[in-house]
Each structure stands twice: as C-alpha cells, then as structure tokens.
C-alpha cells in the first residue's frame, strides 16, 4: 500500500513567512527575534503577529527606535552563539545600522581569521506601490548585494518565503532577507512535503524560447504578467527569478540567454548602479557571442519614488514597459 503525497497547501506570502518564524523559534532555543514593534504590535505588515504570545518577551523582542542599536544587538547575540533574527521596517531604515552591517557582520570572520562568524538574520521590508512614500519605498538590495561577506536573498514566492528563513538560519554567514512589501499579501501553493529552500540558484518560472527577462523580487509578478501578454503575440519569455543577489548565480543566467539569445533584465532599483546593471555586465562578459541584440533594461525612473499614487506608477517599472523592451529585443 503506497501512501499518497501530502496536498499543497494554498496561503500568503505574509503567513508562510511567519510560518517560518515559528518553526525556528520552536525548533531552537537559540534562536530570538528582535525589531521595532515586532511583539506587541505584530510587526509593521503583520508578519510577527502572535509570536509575542507564543513564545513570550524574551524570544520576541521589540526594540527601541535605533536601528544600530538592535542591528548590533544581534550581531553581539550571533557572536555569542545564539541565532538572531533582526527585523528592520524598511530597506531606507537599514542604512542607519549599515556601519554594523558592513563593518561588522560582513568583515569579522575575515578580520579573525575565521574565528568569529556572524550567522545573524536581517529581515527587511523593500520596494514601492503602496504609497508610502520616499523614505519608505526604495529598492536597495542592489547595494547590500555589493558586500563581500555577506548573503543576500531576495524571496519573491509563497514556497521561498517559507522556505528561505531556515536554510538562511543554518548559514554560517550573515544573511539579508529582502521581502518586497507587495508580496505580503500574495497567495500561491506551498508544498507540505517542504523543508528548506537552496540558496544557491536561481530558478525559471516560466520556460521560454524568444527572449529571456531575468528578474526578482517584487518584479517577478510583473515579469510574468509580461510574459502572459507578450505569448498572446507568440513571443515566448523565460523567465528567470535570481533569488539571491549575492552570490549571483549567473550559470542560470547564461543558460537562459543561450536558450533565447536576447536578454532583458527587470528590477525595481534605479538603473544607474543597480543590480540590473551588474547583471547586464555579466550578460555581456559571459553570453555576448549568444546575444542577437543589445541587452535591456527596466528599472525604476531614476527620482525618488513619489507618493502619489500615479506618480508612483508612472515611476515604477510595469508589465507595458516590460513589453515594450522585449519588442526593441525581438524586433
């Protein structure tokens, strides 16, 4: 008698990833989550709700408002041998604790000779569409991705957000978990049968043969909305999610692009710098001889995002734009 695999389970992205939070906490006393209004208050987007009641102060702890303060907490706490897990609101608050980040839990295993690692998790909220604003709305993985010494994750599924948080808590590393705030409430089918996710590679979401729009994060949905209009035409996009930005997997990369001989490279970051740069530029050093066109870009317009609402689209990168690259690609 065989027994039949467990069935999908359908929920959001917010709930898989909270999910998460608590099979760490229950799984390893270590392991603590400390932030702005992560207790109490459930988290700013909700994500934390209930742990408070669950596991109690000491295992759930808000934080005062100093993200230096916290942020280097948690580094002290990974150095002593526990397993935090740092919340941060937003992307633009982070910069206030980037001394701790990047002078600290990226350089001390270095500076140690390998003595002291940092396996210390950074959660944070990234990107726009909500209507919050500038100091609250940007996309800036890409210049976390520029650190040695550092891991950064980019989930952009129901099945990465649940799955991402335990592979991330068992790296020796100090990891960046960038969630984009429009994912929050997503839905999509999480499979049962999961454990934990690779970190390592980049994954197809959908395969193709025309051209390759290569993507993460946020930008994923409009990539695949993209690649729904433009079959309608009969252009047939692979689309690639990287998951993590550093390292790049840019053997995945290369694969597309010699699948499709055309690239074009969507993130929500300005492009002047960004991400989507850095992978353009390893398009061109490892696939050039496959391209039959110039590699695209869509990115956000290089301002800082505006609240209103359409400005703020028009600033954003959409599916339309996303088409619209493909057929300078194509044509």
């Known amino acids: 008698m065989t027994t039949a695999p467990p069935e999908d389970a359908v929920t ?40 408070l009641e669950e596991f109690g102060p000491e295992r759930v702890r808000d934080a005062p408002l100093s993200e230096s303060a916290f942020v280097g907490a948690g580094i002290g706490a990974a150095l002593a041998g526990m397993r935090p897990i740092v919340e941060i609101m937003t992307v633009n608050f982070s910069l206030l604790a980037l001394d701790q980040i990047l002078n600290n839990a990226a350089t001390l295993l270095h500076m140690s000779n390998g003595q002291l690692p940092v396996p210390v998790v950074i959660r944070m909220t990234t990107g726009a569409g909500r209507q919050l604003a500038a100091q609250h709305s940007h996309s800036l993985e890409g210049w976390y991705a520029h650190i040695p010494g550092i891991r950064v994750l980019t989930p952009a599924t129901v099945e990465d957000a649940r799955y991402m948080l335990p592979a991330a808590l068992a790296d020796p590393d100090p990891v960046l978990i960038f969630e984009h705030g429009s994912l929050y409430n997503a839905k999509g089918a999480l499979p049962r049968s999961g454990t934990t996710a690779g970190l390592d590679r980049a994954a197809v979401r959908r395969s193709g043969t025309d051209v390759s729009l290569i993507t993460y994060g946020g930008s994923l949905p409009k990539a695949l909305s993209a690649a729904d209009a433009l079959a309608q035409e009969g252009i047939e996009a692979d689309v690639v999610d990287l998951r993590t930005l550093r390292p790049l997997d840019t053997e995945t990369v290369a694969a597309s692009a010699a699948r499709t001989h055309r690239v074009v490279v969507v993130d929500e970051a300005w492009r002047t710098g960004g991400i989507g740069a850095e992978v353009s530029a390893r398009v061109a050093e490892d696939s050039f001889y496959d391209l039959d066109s110039p590699v695209e870009r869509v990115g956000c317009a290089e301002v800082p995002i505006p609240y209103a609402r359409q400005l703020e689209e028009a600033a954003l990168p959409q599916p339309a734009d996303i088409v619209a690259a493909v057929h300078r690609a194509v044509n």
């Open 12 to 51: 959001t992205y917010r709930e898989a990833m909270r999910d998460a939070l608590r099979e760490a906490l229950s799984g390893d006393e270590r392991v603590f989550l400390i932030g702005e209004d992560v207790g109490r208050y459930g988290g700013c987007f909700g994500v934390s709700l209930g742990l």
